[in-house]
């Protein structure tokens, strides 16, 4: 049975990525480079299509990082990725930033439980719990954005948390990731203490919202490039643009 091909595209960060997988081969590409998303991303897309040696049109679905992050940021990813899937009418899949960072504790840590926080500016976190099922990420609840003292607490168990799925006493150790650990370090720690793991993630990578997409893709959850929806998380609002529309 032929592997689904997927691309994923982000820029909600000051990170921007650019990842395609087959479920042979993983390629990537990205950097830090917070003014620079709308210059690199497409060229990163045939760089990545290149090496792989795949057309746009041999693609299953392109995956896109949905935020929450920089409004600007999650805009481009977003324009950029319903152009490509809209000229060869290729499904998408939004992925929260939040899970992605979630998913890449993960990958590089072993982490079954994480919290994540990004730096949203005047004085707020966009913050989410997540917690690892059959090796993927689950969100536990709804991502929020508030200050950073005022985040919830831990969730005590898995029923505690509308919507959960994920079974929280599995959980051995929360890490926390994302750059609101950086910029309000102490609001967090006197919130949490010696609750959390401390790691080096601080962005999103494309790499992660692969397997969380292929998943989704296997479940039918993907939309068709003009009902795609960004996730802002503050003052939500709908945003849909495709080529010729304003």
Not at 69 to 87: K, N, P
Request: charged share 20%; glycine share 8%; with cysteine.
């Amino acid at each position: 049975m032929k592997s689904s091909r997927l691309l994923a595209i982000d820029s909600a960060t000051e990170y921007c990525s650019v990842a395609y997988t087959d479920g042979q081969q993983l390629i990537t590409r990205g950097q830090e480079a917070p003014r620079k998303h709308a210059d690199l991303l497409l060229p990163y897309v045939q760089e990545v299509l290149a090496e792989a040696q795949v057309s746009l049109a041999e693609l299953d679905a392109i995956v896109v990082g949905r935020g929450p992050g920089s409004f600007t940021g999650v805009r481009i990813a977003a324009g950029i990725a319903q152009g490509l899937a809209f000229s060869q009418n290729i499904p998408l899949i939004g992925v929260s930033s939040l899970e992605a960072m979630a998913q890449q504790a993960l990958r590089l840590h072993g982490a079954n439980a994480v919290v994540a926080a990004i730096d949203a500016r005047m004085g707020e976190v966009y913050f989410g719990t997540c917690i690892a099922e059959h090796g993927l990420m689950v969100m536990q609840g709804k991502e929020i954005v508030c200050a950073p003292e005022h985040v919830p607490e831990l969730p005590a168990s898995a029923s505690s948390v509308q919507g959960s799925t994920a079974n929280t006493s599995k959980v051995q150790k929360w890490f926390a990731v994302g750059t609101g650990f950086v910029t309000y370090a102490e609001a967090l720690k006197q919130k949490f203490g010696a609750e959390l793991q401390s790691t080096e993630i601080l962005f999103p990578h494309a790499e992660d919202m692969l397997p969380i997409g292929m998943q989704r893709l296997v479940n039918g959850k993907m939309v068709a490039a003009e009902d795609f929806d960004v996730h802002y998380v503050r003052n939500e609002v709908t945003w849909q643009k495709l080529p010729g529309r304003s």
